[in-house]
């Protein structure tokens, strides 16, 4: 099979399960596995901030790093796609008593003009007050959108003014990096909390790290215990993260290359289903015109190749460690044909 569903479907690779069983460890609730720290201080520095927390899911970093910025029955505000509002099962409202408000974006694509147009600080006794911005970069449902550098500077700078939180859904960070050659320092500084998976594209087995001031690390760390996250010889998963850092990063450029060449290929069949001038990172959106998306992906997948319905009428591959170039323009030729017909 050619698994294109997502790029957390990576297995670890035979290097980074011999760093993982070499890792030393100690207990994370303690505050004393030597691998767990590691990356969460090295995860920071990469970042330009002071501090790290590792978890085991981005899910929980985003929920922890919001929650830092926004207290119940006040509002965090997004883009109509965004994780957090879409794919995170409700859990900022459920478990911490918040409220999202979201503006509408082409592809995901930040516009400040947007946030500004919804933002209500201190709204007093009648209306819901805003107390957080959040971005996601690269936007996973606009399909691996880069947000413009500008434009995250100009959003910083309006939650400045207006003393807001600004929170950064990173979970492919790593991918924007790449694509731009922004220092993750320079994307980093912009935000109060930024949350960065190692699941995806870098390849580790598990893990996100949220880093932020001091103060609201340690704030989340406790959180995180009240949440069940707190965990114990943690640092085996930590060790594959730090492995992905050292050995995965500049690698993931060729996922972005595959990418291409699978779009390309599903192009000669069917050119309205993608577009080219748009792609990109290591995600690929394809619209399947009047034909529903299940029924193609389930005939994909008879074929030997595994993509995602997203949508009603849109499927998601998503290039990563596990497959090839060649690979992708194969299943890139068996979508373009399927959807074609």
């Not at 929980?60 to 910025?69: D, E, I, K, Q």
Request: proline residues 4%; hydrophobic residues 45%; charged residues 20%.
């Amino acid at each position: 099979m050619i698994d294109l569903r997502s790029d957390t479907v990576t297995r670890p690779t035979e290097g980074m399960r011999a760093a993982m069983a070499a890792a030393p460890v100690g207990d994370d609730v303690y505050g004393e596995d030597p691998s767990v720290l590691e990356l969460e201080r090295r995860t920071a520095e990469l970042m330009g901030h002071e501090a790290g927390l590792y978890c085991v899911s981005g899910s929980l970093t985003n929920l922890l790093g919001v929650r830092m910025l926004v207290e119940p029955g006040e509002e965090v505000l997004c883009d109509v796609g965004a994780h957090i509002a879409r794919a995170e099962m409700g859990a900022h409202a459920a478990v911490h008593g918040l409220t999202m408000r979201t503006w509408p974006s082409d592809r995901g694509r930040l516009d400040v003009e947007r946030v500004r147009e919804i933002l209500s600080p201190s709204a007093g006794p009648y209306l819901v007050s805003t107390t957080a911005v959040a971005v996601e970069n690269t936007h996973n449902f606009g399909g691996g959108t880069v947000q413009p550098l500008e434009q995250l500077e100009a959003t910083s700078a309006l939650c400045r003014e207006h003393g807001l939180g600004f929170h950064l859904d990173g979970a492919r960070l790593w991918n924007a990096h790449l694509a731009t050659g922004v220092p993750l320092a320079t994307y980093g500084r912009l935000f109060d909390t930024v949350s960065l998976c190692f699941s995806k594209g870098l390849g580790a087995p598990v893990g996100s790290v949220l880093v932020g001031s001091a103060a609201n690390i340690a704030r989340a760390r406790v959180q995180r215990k009240r949440l069940g996250g707190g965990w114990r010889q943690a640092g085996m998963l930590a060790a594959g993260a730090s492995y992905a850092l050292d050995h995965h990063l500049e690698r993931m450029a060729e996922d972005h290359v595959a990418a291409r060449r699978l779009a390309t290929a599903v192009a000669e069949h069917a050119p309205a289903a993608v577009d080219l001038d748009n792609l990109e990172t290591n995600i690929v959106v394809l619209s399947t015109g009047e034909v529903p998306a299940a029924p193609i992906a389930a005939a994909a997948a008879e074929h030997g190749v595994l993509v995602s319905a997203l949508g009603p009428r849109m499927l998601r591959a998503v290039t990563h460690l596990d497959v090839s170039g060649d690979d992708c323009a194969e299943a890139g030729r068996v979508l373009g044909a399927l959807i074609a017909v």
